[in-house]
């Protein structure tokens, strides 16, 4: 017999004084076998060591070791971009041809637990707070529906409380009506839990780890589930245990060591993908946004040549993975990177709650930079040559 | 004397069949009126149920659509999305796809022939796609295929005919038409493997990442062709071993 779960401890009980490895009640704890791996490598990763020697070895192989693919995240591989952008394009025509997806976020809730000092969903931050119903919900998706996308990604703040599992459940069992892939970016789960939301229609989960560097993740986020290292990191790991179909990955880039926080995403990806052969494995790549009430968050050291450099690595060293361009950034970069290594790209994007069939009633996340409607980025894949993709998975 | 290509029981002129994968309405265009392709592969997770750039759209009449279980991880689902794809109106071919490995794409064959069983059973005119291993080919043979379609190197990598002497064994064993899926980067690979007896290509990656994309699928067309031609012409194999001019054997009388 099966004992009764645990339910998992209320967030208000994670605080700056809890130890930020150890797991909480009611998490689950699928050991740390990937985790022990990514982290050992990140740490004795030296992006200094390398030489341009080293880069032009890796960008002459046809299948990149972890070695390689540090090589071109280093210092040394940046006089060669232009020389990766051509391999990365390559790799990209090879894969997935001149197609490129299309979807958009949709934001149900935006009450967050966590305080993460960078964010600007994080508790402490005074802004307008808020939570669709279900016809609140259904009305965004018609909106988002007659802009003719069929890629959904559902976001919510990180919120047990006030957007539990049932809710957001209930919330894509609608979107199923109007789309046909789902995506959820929420906070991390329960294996049970990431196994009902695929029964409910859920195939990609994407979880941002923000930063692979312990030490200075919990400088960053100081109190809420968020604060539990482990039990994010290996939030990809129990999803595909629940049986998702395609996890996605991230590194808040300039948030620490953005060289070492790419390896550990690429390298993260990489083992999974060899621990679970049928995963289907994303990335994205954000850099830090201002946000509102603390605009002295910036990009520091991630300039556009850095980000390019760091999608190229990914595309090089996982040339299958689909990789996903930010609304971050701002139209002519993202136009020029699907043309390159990038091949999903959102767009008609509103980052607050409740913006597409009406007016914003909570505030949004972020600053985005490229604010185009899905006939604008459609029409800008077009003129590069490439074909928009509005849905290339099935349901099964 | 009329040379043309039979799967389960529908014949074909051409012997080149459009791969999906990468696809765009100039690849659709330039495959049937450069490349003469009369089969176009349809990935049904890409099919549209309406909306904007629905591939159905794209497919001149005329043309038959051969739909795809891509996506599928297993026997089941493919069974559930060529199901599906009928229900669609897509018709009864279905070329199954099961991939277990998101990496290199490569179909995993024991589900390919339960799969076959069941969809054969249902009706489908099935074409499963398949790593070239003989006692598989028959296994499919048994289930009830329609012809067997053993790739040449992995998905999208352009290599050539890698597996040239497993392809090889299947046409000279089995008497379904071998169709050389995956890998055929180059017109001259494309008519190399229609030398050896192959009784269609399939391409995609080839012709849509070419810099004239009409050109390409002529040439594929023309490669197509001549191998087909030498095929029939009874091309002498080429030996492994030399033969002397002046044989050892040569002295014998009677």
């Given at each position: 017999m099966e004992n009764e779960k645990t339910e998992i401890i209320s967030a208000k009980y994670i605080t700056e004084q809890t130890n930020h490895m150890e797991y909480q009640p009611g998490m689950d704890n699928i050991g740390s076998e990937v985790q022990d791996e990514v982290i050992s490598r990140m740490n004795a990763y030296d992006a200094d060591a390398y030489m341009a020697a080293d880069v032009l070895r890796a960008l002459r192989k046809d299948v990149l070791s972890p070695e390689d693919f540090g090589a071109l995240l280093s210092p040394a591989a940046l006089p060669f971009?232009?020389?990766?952008?051509?391999?990365?394009?390559?790799?990209?025509?090879?894969?997935?041809?001149?197609?490129?997806?299309?979807?958009?976020?949709?934001?149900?809730?935006?009450?967050?637990?966590?305080?993460?000092?960078?964010?600007?969903?994080?508790?402490?931050?005074?802004?307008?707070?808020?939570?669709?119903?279900?016809?609140?919900?259904?009305?965004e998706l018609k909106a988002i529906a007659e802009t003719g996308l069929q890629e959904i990604l559902i976001l919510t703040g990180e919120s047990r409380a006030m957007s539990p599992v049932s809710y957001i459940g209930e919330a894509v069992k609608l979107a199923r009506k109007y789309f046909r892939v789902i995506g959820i970016e929420i906070y991390p789960l329960n294996v049970d839990e990431y196994a009902y939301l695929h029964e409910c229609g859920v195939d990609y989960v994407t979880v941002?780890?923000?930063?692979?560097?312990?030490?200075?993740?919990?400088?960053?986020?100081?109190?809420?589930?968020?604060?539990?290292?482990?039990?994010?990191l290996n939030a990809q790991e129990r999803a595909l245990m629940g049986g998702m179909r395609g996890v996605g990955f991230a590194a808040l880039l300039g948030l620490s060591d953005f060289r070492k926080d790419a390896f550990?995403?690429?390298?993260?990806?990489?083992?999974?993908?060899?621990?679970?052969?049928?995963?289907?494995?994303?990335?994205?790549?954000?850099?830090?946004?201002?946000?509102?009430?603390?605009?002295?968050?910036?990009p520091k050291d991630v300039h556009e040549p850095q980000l390019l450099q760091v999608v190229c690595a990914y595309r090089i060293f996982m040339p299958f993975a689909s990789i996903t361009i930010s609304t971050r950034e701002r139209a002519g970069f993202r136009d020029n990177i699907i043309g390159i290594a990038a091949t999903k790209i959102s767009a008609g994007v509103d980052v607050g709650i409740g913006g597409h069939s009406g007016e914003d009633k909570g505030d949004e996340q972020f600053e985005i930079s490229d604010g185009r409607s899905v006939d604008e980025v459609y029409q800008a894949i077009c003129d590069h040559g490439l074909q928009p993709v509005m849905a290339d998975y099935l349901y099964v | 004397m009329k040379d043309t290509l039979v799967i389960g029981g529908h014949e074909f002129q051409?012997?080149?069949?459009?791969?999906?994968?990468?696809?765009?309405?100039?690849?659709?265009?330039?495959?049937?009126?450069?490349?003469?392709?009369?089969?176009?592969?349809?990935?049904?997770?890409?099919?549209?149920e309406g909306g904007t750039a629905n591939i159905l759209d794209y497919i001149p009449e005329g043309v038959t659509l051969l739909p795809n279980t891509s996506g599928a991880r297993n026997a089941d689902e493919a069974v559930r999305i060529a199901r599906l794809s009928r229900a669609c109106g897509c018709g009864d071919f279905v070329k199954i796809e099961i991939?277990?490995?998101?990496k290199y794409l490569l179909p995993d064959n024991q589900e390919t022939i339960r799969a076959t069983e069941i969809l054969a059973n249902e009706g489908f005119v099935v074409m499963p796609y398949m790593y070239p291993d003989l006692n598989v080919a028959r296994d499919l043979v048994n289930a009830g295929a329609a012809s067997i379609m053993p790739l040449a190197a992995p998905i999208g990598t352009n290599k050539g005919l890698a597996t040239?002497?497993?392809?090889?064994?299947?046409?000279?064993?089995?008497?379904?038409?071998?169709?050389?899926?995956?890998?055929?980067?180059?017109?001259?690979?494309?008519?190399?493997?229609?030398?050896?007896?192959?009784?269609?290509?399939?391409a995609n990656t080839a012709i849509a990442t070419a810099g004239d994309i009409p050109a390409m699928a002529e040439a594929f067309k023309q490669a197509i062709e001549a191998g087909r031609t030498a095929y029939l012409a009874g091309l002498g194999r080429v030996r492994e071993t030399a033969s002397a001019s002046s044989p050892l054997t040569g002295f014998l009388q009677d």
């Open positions: 971009l232009e020389q990766m952008a051509q391999r990365a394009q390559a790799e990209t025509r090879k894969h997935f041809g001149n197609s490129v997806q299309m979807f958009t976020p949709l934001y149900i809730a935006n009450y967050c637990e966590n305080y993460c000092i960078y964010c600007g969903f994080n508790c402490h931050n005074k802004i307008r707070r808020a939570k669709l119903d279900m016809d609140e919900v259904e009305q941002f780890q923000e930063t692979y560097d312990d030490q200075k993740y919990k400088t960053l986020h100081l109190g809420g589930h968020k604060r539990i290292f482990p039990y994010r550990a995403t690429g390298l993260h990806a990489y083992l999974l993908q060899r621990k679970y052969p049928h995963a289907e494995i994303a990335f994205s790549c954000p850099r830090l946004r201002p946000i509102i009430n603390n605009d002295k968050i910036n | 051409s012997r080149f069949i459009l791969g999906s994968g990468k696809y765009s309405l100039d690849l659709i265009n330039a495959a049937v009126q450069n490349a003469g392709a009369q089969i176009i592969t349809l990935a049904l997770r890409r099919a549209n991939m277990r490995d998101s040239r002497e497993f392809i090889k064994i299947l046409i000279d064993e089995i008497d379904l038409p071998i169709i050389v899926d995956a890998g055929i980067g180059r017109p001259s690979q494309a008519c190399e493997a229609m030398e050896m007896g192959a009784a269609a290509i399939m």
